[in-house]
């Protein structure tokens, strides 16, 4: 059985895979041919695996597999697939993605937030809205969102139902213990970096939050979400 580890970038995708990791023993591998983010942090930090098969060698096996990916659900995804569908406030998300694109020229950090509100294209991780409600619409079952909010305000809560439905026969490692954010910056401060609801508030220039809120796919996607668009922007 193949899992997806689905999230557009900076949506705590790595942060989930420690979860589970520390909490199952779930050892995940992207659909990438590299995991940048294993290669920065280590392995054994996020439980990385190389792939141990083809994606359908992997779909057919009676063991779940569980592959980390940023692109949009396309034809890779079955509609059988199980999914993670992890969302976070596309705001705060481009506001990270860009700090860590701009991590060794600060100076470059407006342009790479533009650029990466402005992203285009079917193929590949495309803009945030469009990424976001290509794991969300049709709304399935076995696909389950995940809000960022919830998984860092409380992990354990927050994963448990979803592994009981996407892999039930994964049982939790007794006296199980997932690092803070706090443990993880000591680790990297730059990769996890703030870690909260809401950075966009201080980060995004108005400018910026206008172009975001430009996008009728962000609107659309904010709006499944939950969010409100505001009145002035």
Known sequence: MLVWVASFPRSGNTFLRIVLHHLYGIRTSTVYDVDGVAERLGGDLIG????????????ASDEPHFIKTHRQRDADVEESDPAICLVRDGRDALVSWARQASEEDPGRYEAELRAKISRVGHIGTGSWGNNVLSWLQPPAPHRIRLRYDDLIRDPVAAVTPIIAVVAPALAQRPNAVIPSLDDLRQHDDRFFRRGRTGSHQDELPAEAHRLFWSRPDNQAAMKLLGYTAPDVV
């Open 48 to 59: 990385y695996t190389e792939r141990s098969g083809s994606l359908a060698e992997m779909r």
